[in-house]
């Protein structure tokens, strides 16, 4: 059985994914791709190369008459892959552009926080209701495959607490400024040479991102139903060099810690204190994570958190995982 | 604040009940009993080791009600603060008044600041600083953070609290 799949976004993971389709035998073809200012339809699959030249010289994937929302109600899919930028207040568009897919049928995987953060039950019950999958992996940790392991590889566990180093651009801004003694100007001057914050760096170091991925591991994990005002979030943009070093003459260091204890309601995302032994000390732009369970012990996951393959990793999982449901396979 | 006490008291029945009751009454916690009748002082007497959570206001009536009631305060052992946290903070630490910051967890009575190191990399910018926190039980110290958030909004720093786990 071949897929078929409606790309919208252009950028690092949609690219991620073109690239890992042609890359390997996936049994994918992609009918129709959007990025913000046109879009290609082909029923019997896009000529990749093509498109990614296309894209490549003209800034464009295809026609400027062809857009996100003409895909989505009229090309042919199975699978609706929404890899928009967030907006992390209204989820827009993405989250209308993933109702339509549901009501039109057809399964939806996404790797935008936006719609899962702000509207997950919403858009899991539409998904029930007909009969189809709904997967949002990228959205957390990036490439490690936290979300999949606690909803259904844990299921019979109760998942007590979580900690987790959810932001790749604030870990490697904390690693540099520990290591290297650098201020958190000049650190996070050079995550920004390097590529790993952008422009405007506030959504990740005011701990905005990091918090919204906890709504999303609250609100699809614990089924709560709890939005980004419900987080007590703290960032690292105003830390210091000297706290750093005081930190050092415990033998500790500073990094950004997302919790969620779910028993007590309390979902934090602060700098905290701790030990340079303890795992949750990874260095440069990875992520972990760690979950207590009642019945698999302690769990420990460490990652890459970003990057255009990693994310494409896991929005790959998650439409081959939807292949394997719906093939009868496992 | 926690208190050990040994105690002397008759070794007939009710007699420690007779001792272990004021302290309860008087909202003091008791942690443990432990038993001495090995090292019974004399023919009848009974030495009873307790250790009590106590706020230390409270402490000299509930010796003088034990007394009334004719149980012998042997030895009275010092407060032990056991449970000890690292926090830092970091803002204009000084210019709010330090003391006061410093005084908002020693007066709870079941938390002090026992150490600070102090960062001031120059006049008018932030300073940096380390507080070593001690209380008598876990619990305290959660209420001791508590105080210190509440203080760390109000004048506008940020607190790094360690990660327990």
């Known amino acids: ?330 | 604040m926690q208190v050990s006490m040994k105690l002397e008291l008759r070794d007939s029945p009710g007699q420690l009940v007779a001792a272990l009751m004021p302290i309860s009454d008087m909202g003091g916690n008791i942690k443990t009993v432990i038993h001495e009748h090995e090292h019974a002082s004399g023919q009848g007497d009974l030495s009873v080791e307790v250790v009590i959570e106590i706020p230390p206001e409270l402490l000299d009536g509930l010796i003088s009600r034990l007394r009334e009631r004719g149980i012998n305060v042997l030895k009275l052992g010092e407060e032990r603060m056991s449970y000890s946290q690292s926090v830092i903070l970091i803002g204009h630490l000084v210019h709010t008044d330090l003391g006061d910051t410093i005084d908002r967890i020693d007066q709870t009575g079941f938390a002090e600041v026992t150490y600070m190191s102090l960062a001031m990399p120059a006049i008018n910018e932030r300073t940096s600083a380390q507080f070593v926190i001690k209380s008598l039980t876990r619990e305290h110290m959660q209420q001791a953070l508590l105080i210190l958030r509440q203080v760390a909004r109000q004048k506008e720093f940020l607190l790094i609290e360690p990660l327990e786990f």
């Open chain 1, 1 to 330: 059985m071949v897929l078929r799949l409606a790309l919208l976004g252009m950028g690092a993971v949609g690219r991620g994914i073109i690239q890992a389709a042609l890359e390997k035998d996936l049994g994918l073809i992609i009918t129709a791709v959007a990025d913000s200012r046109s879009g290609c339809i082909d029923p019997n699959g896009l000529n990749l190369p093509e498109l990614l030249d296309r894209k490549d010289k003209t800034g464009m994937c295809g026609d400027t008459g062809i857009s996100a929302e003409t895909i989505v109600k009229t090309a042919p899919y199975d699978i609706l892959v929404e890899m928009t930028p967030t907006d992390a207040r209204s989820g827009e568009p993405a989250t209308s552009y993933i109702r339509d897919a549901l009501q039109r049928g057809s399964h939806v995987v996404t790797s935008n926080k936006g719609p899962v953060a702000l509207h997950y039950h919403e858009l899991a019950s539409l998904a029930k209701k007909n009969h189809l999958q709904f997967r949002f992996e990228a959205t957390v940790a990036g490439a490690i495959p936290i979300l999949q392991t606690l909803i259904h590889n844990l299921g019979g566990n109760e998942i007590l607490s979580l900690y987790g180093v959810l932001n790749g651009t604030c870990n490697y801004i904390l690693t540099r400024m520990a290591e290297e003694g650098l201020t958190y100007k000049q650190a996070l001057d050079e995550a920004r040479t390097l590529g790993y914050a952008e422009a405007d760096p506030t959504y990740d170091v005011k701990g905005i991102d990091a918090a919204i991925k906890l709504v999303i591991l609250a609100n699809t994990v614990w089924k709560k139903n709890i939005c980004l005002d419900d987080v007590d979030v703290t960032g690292i943009d105003l830390l210091t060099e000297e706290a750093l070093r005081l930190a050092e003459q415990q033998d500790a260091t500073i990094r950004l810690i997302g919790e969620i204890i779910p028993g007590d309601n309390i979902y934090r995302l602060c700098p905290r204190i701790i030990p340079k032994d303890h795992p949750l000390v990874v260095q440069g732009s990875l992520n972990a994570i760690i979950v207590r369970t009642d019945l698999a012990g302690d769990l420990l996951f460490v990652g890459k958190g970003a990057g255009s393959r990693e994310t494409a990793s896991a929005v790959i999982g998650d439409i081959l995982s939807i292949r394997d449901i719906h093939a009868g396979g496992n």
